[in-house]
């Protein structure tokens, strides 16, 4: 499965390791170390594979009673191959069949945080394999929610919040049949709130600005007897994320979040009181918003999401036209 190593520098370290005087024990630990170094910020997909290299070969200098740096091996390589840039199903499965084999052990000797990482971990894993029919989505959320048991907002806002969102997108992406679908856009804007009643603008506004944006996403879409209160509401989360992203610090999650609330201002009247005055006024300034967010995706390389944007714009343009 694993490519062989290109990487000059990952093998002279593992050089070292094999030559050095180390026990066994420090050189499974300092291998699963410098695996962790290349995942934590990948220049290419080959950092990662030299993670799951790293992490195999600390797997193979583990002797049968050593079960714990197995399993955290194991965990190693599948958080690695859940990384790798790939459409396909077999690196994902591996990935699992990895946290799966990991995860009794480490619930018996590991810290409940390392646990937690790894249901979390297990969740993104089968939330992938969902599209692929291998696996189900109340799965995914289960994971998630083991790892909600360790991971409070008292004690890890991060996590917590990023889970809630994980959790949200999981419940949209659901498939139910229509007289669900309000459920489960409800049960989504439900977690959307409840994460947010914790994670401040003040203290966490990456995770803040990332939560109002996908609540934005999920009110606009929302099936419900008040669509202009939910557009409105929708927008008023738009710009509690907006507080956070701009076009300098942030240009790809500002582009994003523009390019939403550019969708909910095309259906939204200009008086919410006369919704049959139109909307020229808000379609003008969803244009605005939508040539920007194209400028930023073009400059940025991001060709699907400005195409995205270019479709939109031809129909606010015909739309403009008729008015």
């Given amino acids: 499965m694993t490519p062989s190593m290109t990487d000059s520098a990952v093998k002279a370290a593992m050089a070292v390791i094999a030559s050095s005087s180390a026990t066994t024990q420090e050189k499974i630990e300092m291998l699963i170390e410098m695996a962790q170094g290349f995942q934590k910020k990948p220049k290419t997909a080959q950092d990662l594979w030299n993670a799951v290299s790293l992490c195999h070969q600390a797997h193979e200098l583990c002797a049968e009673d050593n079960l714990l740096w197995k399993a955290r091996a194991k965990a190693g390589m599948a958080t690695a191959l859940k990384a790798i ?10 990935a699992k069949q990895r946290l799966e084999e990991a995860l009794p052990i480490l619930l018996q000797f590991a810290p409940q945080e390392e646990v937690a990482e790894a249901q979390m971990n297990l969740g993104l894993v089968l939330q992938s394999l969902v599209p692929f029919n291998l696996a189900r989505m109340t799965d995914s959320i289960q994971a998630y929610q083991k790892a909600l048991q360790v991971f409070t907002w008292q004690k890890y806002p991060q996590e917590y919040a990023i889970l809630h969102n994980n959790i949200a997108i999981a419940y949209l992406s659901m498939p139910l049949t229509s007289e669900k679908e309000s459920l489960r856009q409800g ?123 270019v479709q939109m714009l031809q129909e606010l343009e015909t739309e403009i036209d008729n008015s």
């Fill in 187 to 309: 049960l989504a804007v439900q977690t959307f709130e409840e994460a947010l009643k914790h994670i401040r603008l003040i203290n966490h506004p990456r995770e803040y600005a990332m939560l109002q944006n996908n609540l934005g996403n999920a009110l606009q879409y929302l099936p419900s007897s008040h669509p202009l209160e939910n557009i409105l509401r929708a927008i008023a989360a738009y710009d509690e994320a907006l507080k956070v992203r701009d076009a300098k610090d942030t240009p790809l999650e500002y582009a994003n979040t523009i390019s939403n609330k550019a969708n909910a201002l095309f259906n939204l009247p200009d008086n919410p009181e006369k919704p049959e005055a139109g909307n020229l006024k808000n379609m003008r300034q969803a244009r605005t918003y939508y040539q920007e967010a194209w400028e930023i995706f073009t400059q940025h390389g991001q060709i699907e999401q400005a195409e995205v944007v």
């Fill in 85 to 94: 840039p790939d459409v396909g199903e077999q690196l994902l499965l591996e």
